[in-house]
């Protein structure tokens, strides 16, 4: 999993970085923009709920899990916002519903001279609102497909030992699925290079975890929800 994590950052960084900056920066509703703001608060949300286990189990698998999680996602968030700041575009905009950019056509826009992009929001406003992108749906109270709600959160940091790892192991294939189908989005949308690279490595790693927690979840006498 460790060597999984270290090829996903060694393909995204491009050596030099410059592999993250094309000829024209993205727009601020490009593909490339909205996927690095969205995943960015979908991997806290992952390295939050893996904090929470490790202090609710001293189940080493599931501990370790949670620590690779946890390091992995960090990592990548770090990498999401440094691209954001690199191309000068804010890490939050207000007016955006979550995952807009998923409507966008692949090989999303990239700046114009009016510094928005080429392509309309409207769409994307509507997929959010229907609350199913990549074909994984939203729940009532979460931000986005895969999310927590606070309620969850709030009962995985009440749960001890076995109770609090099948929690886990359950909300984080959630996560997964979610995160998946978003990194998906990019991989087919975005055009800076990097990034597509580090979206495509976020799928491959993280279908591989979600196998092992089925694994981890029969071990337990459980199962994924839904």
Same mark, same amino acid.
């Given at each position: 999993?460790? @060597? !999984?994590?270290?090829?996903? =950052?060694?393909?995204a960084?491009?050596?030099?970085?410059?592999?993250?900056?094309?000829?024209?920066p993205?727009?601020?509703?490009?593909?490339?923009?909205? @996927? !690095?703001?969205?995943?960015? =608060?979908?991997?806290?949300q992952a390295v939050e709920m893996s904090f929470i286990v490790r202090d609710r189990t001293q189940d080493e698998a599931v501990r370790t899990l949670a620590y690779d999680i946890a390091n992995t996602q960090a990592n990548q968030r770090g990498m999401l916002l440094g691209w954001l700041d690199l191309w000068g575009l804010p890490k939050v905009v207000a007016d955006r519903q979550p995952m807009a950019w998923m409507a966008a056509p692949d090989g999303g826009g990239t700046t114009d001279h009016t510094g928005h992009g080429s392509h309309g929001a409207h769409s994307g406003h509507d997929m959010a609102d229907g609350h199913d992108m990549?074909?994984?749906?939203?729940?009532?109270?979460?931000l986005m497909p895969g999310m927590a709600t606070k309620e969850e959160l709030t009962a995985l940091g009440a749960a001890e030992g076995r109770d609090a790892e099948v929690l886990y192991l359950q909300l984080m294939?959630?996560?997964?699925?979610?995160g998946v189908a978003m990194a998906k989005g990019c991989a087919e949308r975005?055009?800076?290079?990097?990034?597509r690279a580090l979206a495509q490595g976020m799928v491959?790693?993280?279908?591989?975890e979600?196998?092992?927690?089925?694994?981890?979840?029969?071990?337990?006498?459980?199962?994924?929800?839904?």
């Amino acid at each position: 999993m460790l @060597f !999984a994590v270290a090829a996903t =950052v060694a393909a995204a960084s491009g050596g030099d970085g410059s592999a993250a900056t094309p000829a024209r920066p993205p727009a601020q509703d490009s593909p490339d923009a909205g @996927f !690095a703001r969205d995943m960015a =608060v979908h991997h806290q949300q992952a390295v939050e709920m893996s904090f929470i286990v490790r202090d609710r189990t001293q189940d080493e698998a599931v501990r370790t899990l949670a620590y690779d999680i946890a390091n992995t996602q960090a990592n990548q968030r770090g990498m999401l916002l440094g691209w954001l700041d690199l191309w000068g575009l804010p890490k939050v905009v207000a007016d955006r519903q979550p995952m807009a950019w998923m409507a966008a056509p692949d090989g999303g826009g990239t700046t114009d001279h009016t510094g928005h992009g080429s392509h309309g929001a409207h769409s994307g406003h509507d997929m959010a609102d229907g609350h199913d992108m990549g074909g994984v749906p939203a729940k009532p109270g979460a931000l986005m497909p895969g999310m927590a709600t606070k309620e969850e959160l709030t009962a995985l940091g009440a749960a001890e030992g076995r109770d609090a790892e099948v929690l886990y192991l359950q909300l984080m294939t959630d996560h997964h699925k979610g995160g998946v189908a978003m990194a998906k989005g990019c991989a087919e949308r975005c055009v800076t290079p990097a990034e597509r690279a580090l979206a495509q490595g976020m799928v491959e790693a993280q279908q591989s975890e979600l196998a092992l927690m089925a694994d981890l979840l029969r071990q337990r006498g459980a199962a994924p929800r839904g």
